[in-house]
């Protein structure tokens, strides 16, 4: 099963290769993976999304957490969230297309950032569901470049870290 | 106290007690080995390769139970360590291992004898450092003693670039550290031990099964209060030997692949496993979908990662054993009373039973080729009142050394459980003769584990660590040939090693003493004489070839399923061969 974990580390160099070292060398799975600093810029917020059963998830949780530059996991699947992925995407536009592009990027409520004569480059965000389904409609017209920023995601409430969630497993 | 980086480095190693530090030099740590030529305080112990040095850091470790410490060059001196980090890292030992590096300017330019020291230990540290500016130097150290050796320990490199241990700064040491993503759990949770008492006191057929853990975390006098007060046998891992007296009528010996019948049955068979500081690795489990599976499963771990990682768990416990044992303990007391021990005839009924029927065996004729069981069994009478510390290398030796060496105390058991690195039993034994210079430290070898850090005997002779090495001389990369001779029917790839070197000549050409046993009769005398000699000795045991270590769980098997001895045809294969001495090379490549 999907999951989104996000861990808030400490903003050194060399994190990103522990958690990545971390993955790779456990055969854990990352489907995508984001990272910036937060508002405290001595710290990193990262976006994993990774996937695999409850016992994969749990020691993801728990190998993540004892990282000592990990200073806070949160399960997102453990709570309600609200997760956006952003994609820029370069389409080749014919005159007769130019038309039909742009109805495409106003029911995705996506926004045009650059144009030439024969080219649209079009943002979208969105869950991975609309960024699938704006990239088959926009296909036929020819897509000349892709970029997705992978998901960034962030609990509806304030919730405990998964530190906190791994003991409860743990007293259960 | 404007100090330079390099004098910096050593104030802090002082500070932190350190006494000895393993070390080999090279261009970029020339300025710190320059200072460590001026001070008195630290021991500088020069190895002859830098595995070694490692090595010899893990075998003080073990044995103080404080971190060890090496000193390594940039470039091949930090390659030439990875093996010793990772064997520390498998088996969790704290060490604190320093490397050079290319001044800071030239880093990432290919310069000369540069390498990824921080990329390349990553995987194997529990964390690592790069030190980019002087000002940082002591409070790094500060961090990798105290990440080495709190928690689950481990090893910690730290990485210092030649300009860094040349510039200078004013110096203080910090009093504390905190470091905010790491804070390691020591108190159990107190409603998880009140269900582990529970579950204790009903329990029919308990079992301990008692790891490394209980070494680092000290707990052995927990342990054994905790098994003499509720009668409960204990099992113990490879690591976990010296943990309970081995004479104890309770212990059961090691348990795992080539544990004890009695232990694996046990293990096997009970209703309750109360794993103390133990990883259940697949040496352990064998078939872990079958492992013990009638048992409701206690585990105390310090390492949350631990649990729940190969095996589901009923109640977890995460914390520190002596900790969590003490609090145990204290609940037990008050329920404990005569009703388990009736609870429980009937278990200790059958364990005896079990005791009986297979015991560890071997057949040593009188005049025939010396069994390597003798020989560890003969070694242990003979030195048992001198509290030895042991180490062993890797392969069948290992085994037999765990079976029959019985340890009465914790931190004299120096072996490689994890990485299981050939080559290990030397230098880790010259750690902690290094230590502990009034010891008695024997390293039980193999001839082939021996060859990997041979050349340590230049460091043990000058050095003057007089460790006793006893090669159970098989001629053969033994445990290879063992499953050679299981599952690849006798066919020996690359496991015969011949009769070469001269372990004797050997010994004498580092100006060490070399003594060697032909036949069983020599052995006391033998073992006497190195026993007795004030330098370092090798004692070159001669022993049956084709002599095979059980009980053995095939890989994958169940605990229940032993191999108790030879198969018939093996048995009659070899005993063609039984009289095969070292020179008979064609009969041992034909057998
Ligand atoms: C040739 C060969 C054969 C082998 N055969 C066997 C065999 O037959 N039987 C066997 O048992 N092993 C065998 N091994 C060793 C095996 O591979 C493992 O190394 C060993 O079983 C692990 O022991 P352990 O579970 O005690 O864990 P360790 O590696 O000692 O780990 C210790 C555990 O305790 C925890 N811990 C650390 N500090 C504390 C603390 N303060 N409080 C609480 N918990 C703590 C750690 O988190 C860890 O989980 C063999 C190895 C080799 C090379
Ligand atoms: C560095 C390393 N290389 C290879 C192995 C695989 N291996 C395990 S046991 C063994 C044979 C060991 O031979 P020896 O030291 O003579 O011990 P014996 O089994 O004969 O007692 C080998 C090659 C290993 N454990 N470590
Ligand atoms: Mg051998």
Redesign the interface.
Known sequence: MEHIISVTVENKFGVLSRVAGLFSGRGFNIESLSVAPTLDPSMSQMTIVTSGDERIIEQIVKQLNKLIDVIKVVDLNETESVSRETAIIKVHTKDEDRAEALRIVDIFRANVIDSTPSTYTIEVSGDPKKIEAIINLLQPLGIKELVRTGRVAVAREPIRPATVQAKKVVRE | MILTGAEIFIECLKREGVKTVFALPGGVVLKIFDMLHQQKDLEIILTRHEQGAGHMAEGYAKATGKAGVCLVTSGPGMTNVITALADAYMDSVPLVCFSGQVPTSLIGNDAFQEADN??LS??CT??NF?VKDVNDLATTIKEAFY?ATTGRPGPVLVDIPKDVSMAKTEFSYPNSVS????NPTYEG?K??IKQAAEAITKAKKPILYVGGGVVFSGASQELLELAEMTQIPVDMTLMGLGAFPGEHPLSMGMMGMHGTYQANMAVHYSDLVIAVGARFDDRVTGKVSEFCPYAKIIHIDI???S???NINVDI???GDCKTVLRELNQILRATVNGEQKELRKPWWDQICEWRQAHPLTYHQEKDGPIKPQQVVKQLYELTKNRDPIVSTDVGQHQMWAAQYFKLAKPNRWLTSGGLGTMGFGFPAAMGAQAAFRDRLVLCIAGDGSIQMNMQEMATAVVSKLPVKIIILNNRFHGMVRQWQDLFYEGRYASSYLDTTPDFVKLAEAYGAVGLRANKVGDLDSVLKEAMATDKPVIVDVQTYPYENCYPMIPAGGCNHEMILEDPPELKKKQSGAARVTPEDKDTVLTA
Not at chain 2, 179 to 182: C, D, E, K, N, P
């Open positions: 921080v990329g990553r995987p529990k964390y790069l990440i470091i905010r993503g790491y949770n409603w998880q390492d949350p990662t649990i729940r990682k977890p416990i995460v």
